[in-house]
């Protein structure tokens, strides 16, 4: 049973379009993340729930929209895609003490 | 959060040894050092996390000297299957408020 579960794997989309990717986590932490990998495979923090709670929100675009419905998930709106927005988009979660994240399997985005 | 800085990139022959020093000379009295490890394609996946001294898992070990400015994650006799990037994060992990904000990394390749 995945711990930490993306849908969709692979996503190509062209200008414009507004997408999600959805994230689920079973393993009943409070904290979960929004990572994006470019190119480059710089790592790189885009958001983070707490309880429900946004804690950081790093310097992206507002076109990205993290939306938590319950503490097991926490899904990424993506409005007005841009050909800048190609990269694998990772979730993760860690429990109120962040002795250890469980990563997704990442999501490979691609604009056209 | 405190600066880490680590190699970019290592070499090393299947079966040796491989120790990765990352600096944190910036690290506060709470924090801790936590090491991950990602494969192509995969998100990141945590080693093993310390305060001070020696710390030791079936994967690596971790060493931290008693000023903690650094800390050297050793792999026993690496195999191909360790080819990776490797990310070294310090922070107060426990707190649960601290984000992972990652690097770099060090990208290892082991040859045959």
């Known amino acids: 049973d995945t711990a930490v579960s993306q849908t969709p794997k692979y996503l190509v989309t062209q200008m414009g379009n507004d997408k999600s990717i959805k994230c689920e986590q079973n393993l009943g932490h409070d904290t979960m993340y929004w990572y994006k990998q470019d ?8 958001f983070s729930y707490n309880n429900k709670e946004l804690i950081i929100n790093e310097t992206v675009p507002n076109r990205f929209s993290p939306k938590s419905p319950d503490k097991a998930h ?13 990269a694998v988009y990772f979730c993760a979660s860690s429990g109120t003490v962040n002795t250890e994240a469980f990563f997704g399997q990442g999501t490979r985005l691609t604009v056209v | 959060l405190a600066k880490t ?24 009295t709470n924090d801790y050092i936590t090491w991950y490890q990602q494969f192509p394609s995969q998100g990141p ?28 994650l050793s792999l026993p006799r690496v195999s191909l299957s360790d080819t990776a990037v ?18 770099k990394g060090t990208r290892l390749s082991v040859i045959a």
């Not at chain 1, 190119?39 to 885009?46: D, N």
């Open chain 1, 39 to 46: 190119s480059k495979k710089f790592l790189k923090i885009m």
């Open chain 2, 45 to 72: 996946r945590f080693i093993i996390q310390g305060y001070k001294t020696k710390v030791t898992n079936e994967v690596a070990s971790l060493f931290i000297p008693a000023d903690r400015k650094s800390s050297t």
């Open chain 1, 74 to 86: 926490l899904n990424l709106h993506i409005n007005s895609l841009e050909l800048g927005d190609s």
């Open chain 2, 86 to 103: 490797y990310y070294c994060l310090v922070g107060d992990f426990l707190s649960g408020n601290t984000p992972l904000v990652f690097g």
């Open chain 2, 5 to 28: 800085t680590q190699p970019i990139s290592m070499d090393s022959y299947e079966g040796q040894e491989v120790n990765i020093t990352c600096s944190h000379n910036n690290i506060a």
